[in-house]
């Protein structure tokens, strides 16, 4: 094989499952060319043996409490059936002459990432992986028909008439008027302006949109270290953000087996999957930034398209002439895979193979359907950094990247900043627009001041929730230990709720349909003392409950905060029975 021609699929028994392209011969066969391979190292290849040892529970199940497992069927293709979360309510109580009145509260419901392992009627297993949902819709496609280029011929896919009904939910039911059809999903993804990352090869994947136009959404990011984690830890933490609400998450593991890792969170996630496949090739070179090349890099690419990776964060955006931009700044530059395409540039005096060769990476793309997240290499990483000439001159590259993707029937969005003070939110916002011409901006926070390791979670949300409501699509979620360490799964909880506050706060400011619905139920609740209630209608429901718990009698009408003589709801109710 040629260095330029070298692609590598590794056996996965635990799943039977043979990528595209492969031709019935087990990794062992291959062992004597790849050891010759300058970009497969050999330790790699000896690895491969150890996933078949993992010890993790392989029978994962989601509950929710008061809760069920319901399905929408779809108008345009009847078959489908697109799961959400519907939560029942116990009825509302009132003292008539007397005598208790019972009146029965609609269930309220909610929007599900947690895929089949919330449904008790479909048995799960880490080692055969999930069911295939899309497998049947992929298949009568033909080559290159990606959800773009049939959005542009006017065809509605069975994914774009999924999302719609599942960013509507029950909406028709209660009378509320939307203007999310799966036709207003086609013309979206057709303008650019929405994305359905749905890589042919991740079947498993309930398919969601990501746009302006539509529900804000959160990326989770897990992934092992050179020192932290493995396998088994980042599959539990990736089934763990699907319970909590990820929207979509990313593997950006830079340790140990990074390949298997991606197998195994790819055939057990209901969610899209990215990667910075840049990670990838950069250890395949031994962490030498100088020694990559585009060769190693569409390697890289290939391999992970075929295992199903639905979006790649690639640090296009970066010019040569724009490096020296960030030598000035308080914290120079803070993206890893920015950082890594700007020593390579600096050090051999040429324009990033991830620019030049862009159209190329397009070609790869289309092939599979894998959409393009444009990386902020030059986003800032503190707030005195923020709105820089750096930042901006690489924001208006990914405008004219982001058309020659279109063109070429690729999905693509944008990643933004870091660390942004409020004031500064708006331009960026305004700034991407118009630059980027309407395309999805994908922003991680922004942190909004520099003050408070161990809250940055905190510090995010504020920024997040800000620009979610100017136009942000996705929000990449901060946990607490953002800058100081990597996230354990209790992290994964906290920031994954965290955002979900962040963008279902920008969605009530956006006037989605719908979004007031669980507030509405919830704060019914909460003044009739419903306690069961409001837990369950909580992002959180066990955290609720456990403190409630600590210092509260179960059901009573009133809470350790105020106590019962303070209770303003208490008083509020008292003044029914009171005459003018």
Same mark, same amino acid.
């Given at each position: 094989?040629?260095?330029?021609?070298?692609?590598l699929?590794?056996?996965?028994?635990?799943?039977?499952?043979?990528?595209a392209?492969?031709?019935?011969?087990c990794?062992?066969?291959?062992?004597?060319?790849l050891?010759d391979?300058?970009y497969?190292?050999?330790?790699?290849?000896?690895?491969?043996?150890?996933?078949?040892?993992l010890i993790?529970?392989?029978?994962?199940?989601?509950?929710?409490?008061?809760?069920e497992?319901?399905?929408?069927?779809?108008k345009?293709?009847?078959?489908l059936?697109?799961?959400?979360?519907?939560?029942?309510?116990?009825?509302?109580?009132?003292?008539?002459d007397?005598?208790?009145?019972?009146?029965?509260?609609?269930?309220?419901y909610?929007?599900?990432?947690?895929?089949?392992?919330?449904?008790?009627?479909?048995?799960t297993d880490?080692?055969?992986?999930?069911?295939?949902?899309r497998?049947?819709?992929?298949?009568?496609?033909?080559p290159?028909?990606?959800?773009?280029?049939?959005?542009k011929?006017?065809?509605?896919?069975?994914e774009?008439?999924?999302?719609?009904?599942?960013?509507?939910?029950?909406?028709?039911?209660?009378g509320?008027?939307?203007?999310?059809?799966?036709e207003?999903v086609?013309?979206e993804?057709?303008?650019?302006?929405?994305?359905i990352?749905?890589?042919?090869?991740?079947?498993?994947?309930?398919p969601?949109v990501?746009?302006?136009?539509?529900?804000?959404?959160?990326?989770?990011?897990?992934?092992?270290?050179?020192?932290?984690?493995?396998?088994?830890?980042?599959?539990?933490?990736a089934?763990?953000s699907?319970?909590?609400?990820?929207d979509?998450?990313m593997?950006?593991?830079?340790g140990?087996?990074?390949?298997e890792?991606?197998?195994?969170?790819?055939?057990?996630?209901?969610?899209?999957?990215?990667?910075v496949?840049?990670?990838?090739?950069?250890?395949?070179?031994g962490?030498?930034a100088?020694?990559?090349?585009?060769?190693?890099?569409r390697d890289?690419?290939?391999?992970?398209?075929?295992?199903?990776?639905?979006?790649f964060?690639i640090?296009?955006?970066i010019?040569l002439k724009?490096?020296?931009?960030?030598q000035?700044?308080?914290t120079?530059?803070?993206?890893?895979?920015?950082?890594?395409?700007?020593?390579?540039?600096m050090v051999?005096?040429?324009e990033?193979?991830?620019?030049?060769?862009?159209?190329?990476?397009?070609?790869?793309?289309?092939?599979y359907?894998? +959409?393009?997240?444009? *990386?902020d #290499?030059?986003? /800032?990483?503190?707030?005195?950094? &923020? $709105?820089?000439?750096? @930042?901006?001159?690489?924001?208006?590259?990914?405008g004219?990247?982001?058309?020659?993707?279109?063109?070429k029937?690729?999905? +693509?969005?944008?990643? *933004?900043? #870091?660390?942004? /003070?409020?004031?500064?939110?708006? &331009? $960026?916002?305004?700034? @991407?627009?118009?630059?980027?011409?309407?395309?999805?901006?994908?922003?991680l926070?922004?942190?909004?001041?520099?003050?408070?390791?161990?809250?940055?979670?905190?510090?995010?949300?504020?920024?997040?929730?800000?620009?979610?409501?100017?136009?942000?699509?996705?929000?990449?979620?901060?946990?607490?230990?953002?800058?100081?360490?990597l996230?354990d799964?209790d992290?994964?909880?906290?920031?994954?709720v965290?955002?979900?506050?962040?963008?279902?706060?920008?969605?009530?400011?956006?006037?989605?349909?719908?979004?007031?619905?669980?507030d509405?139920?919830l704060?019914?609740?909460?003044?009739?003392?419903?306690?069961?209630?409001?837990f369950n209608?909580?992002?959180d429901?066990?955290?609720?409950?456990e403190?409630?718990?600590?210092?509260?009698?179960?059901?009573?009408r009133?809470?350790?905060?105020?106590?019962?003589?303070?209770?303003?709801?208490r008083?509020?109710?008292?003044?029914?029975?009171?005459?003018?």
């Amino acid at each position: 094989l040629g260095a330029g021609e070298l692609r590598l699929w590794p056996q996965v028994p635990p799943h039977g499952r043979r990528p595209a392209g492969w031709h019935g011969k087990c990794l062992d066969s291959f062992t004597s060319l790849l050891l010759d391979s300058p970009y497969i190292p050999t330790q790699r290849i000896l690895k491969f043996t150890t996933v078949n040892n993992l010890i993790m529970d392989n029978n994962i199940k989601i509950t929710y409490p008061s809760s069920e497992k319901v399905y929408m069927s779809g108008k345009l293709y009847p078959d489908l059936r697109v799961g959400m979360r519907r939560v029942r309510l116990t009825p509302t109580v009132d003292i008539v002459d007397g005598k208790k009145v019972m009146t029965e509260n609609a269930p309220v419901y909610v929007y599900d990432t947690s895929g089949p392992y919330s449904d008790p009627d479909v048995e799960t297993d880490l080692k055969r992986g999930l069911p295939k949902l899309r497998a049947p819709w992929i298949a009568k496609r033909q080559p290159g028909e990606t959800q773009m280029a049939l959005a542009k011929r006017g065809v509605i896919t069975e994914e774009m008439e999924y999302v719609a009904i599942r960013e509507n939910m029950n909406c028709a039911e209660l009378g509320i008027e939307t203007h999310i059809t799966p036709e207003f999903v086609r013309q979206e993804v057709a303008a650019g302006r929405a994305v359905i990352p749905a890589n042919i090869n991740h079947p498993e994947s309930e398919p969601m949109v990501i746009g302006t136009n539509f529900l804000v959404k959160i990326n989770t990011n897990i992934g092992n270290s050179a020192t932290t984690s493995g396998i088994d830890e980042e599959v539990e933490k990736a089934v763990w953000s699907c319970k909590w609400g990820g929207d979509t998450l990313m593997d950006l593991s830079t340790g140990d087996n990074i390949h298997e890792t991606r197998e195994w969170i790819l055939r057990n996630c209901p969610v899209p999957v990215g990667t910075v496949p840049m990670y990838q090739a950069f250890e395949k070179v031994g962490g030498r930034a100088e020694d990559l090349s585009w060769e190693v890099f569409r390697d890289t690419l290939i391999e992970q398209c075929e295992q199903g990776v639905d979006y790649f964060t690639i640090h296009c955006g970066i010019r040569l002439k724009n490096v020296p931009l960030s030598q000035g700044r308080l914290t120079g530059m803070v993206s890893r895979g920015g950082s890594i395409i700007s020593k390579w540039c600096m050090v051999h005096k040429q324009e990033s193979f991830l620019y030049s060769h862009f159209d190329d990476i397009c070609d790869i793309c289309r092939k599979y359907d894998v +959409a393009i997240s444009l *990386g902020d #290499g030059l986003r /800032p990483g503190s707030i005195h950094d &923020a $709105n820089d000439a750096a @930042q901006f001159a690489e924001l208006d590259t990914m405008g004219e990247l982001v058309e020659r993707a279109w063109a070429k029937d690729v999905q +693509a969005f944008i990643e *933004g900043p #870091g660390h942004v /003070p409020m004031q500064k939110i708006k &331009a $960026n916002m305004e700034r @991407q627009i118009e630059k980027c011409h309407g395309a999805p901006f994908y922003t991680l926070g922004p942190l909004v001041t520099d003050i408070a390791p161990g809250y940055d979670h905190i510090t995010s949300a504020i920024g997040a929730s800000m620009i979610g409501w100017y136009g942000t699509a996705m929000l990449c979620y901060v946990t607490p230990k953002e800058h100081l360490a990597l996230p354990d799964k209790d992290d994964v909880r906290t920031g994954v709720v965290t955002y979900k506050i962040a963008a279902h706060a920008a969605d009530l400011a956006k006037g989605h349909p719908g979004a007031t619905i669980r507030d509405n139920a919830l704060s019914k609740a909460r003044y009739e003392f419903r306690w069961k209630d409001q837990f369950n209608l909580a992002l959180d429901p066990e955290r609720a409950l456990e403190y409630y718990k600590t210092s509260n009698e179960v059901e009573g009408r009133f809470c350790t905060m105020c106590g019962p003589n303070f209770c303003a709801a208490r008083i509020s109710h008292s003044l029914k029975d009171c005459d003018l």
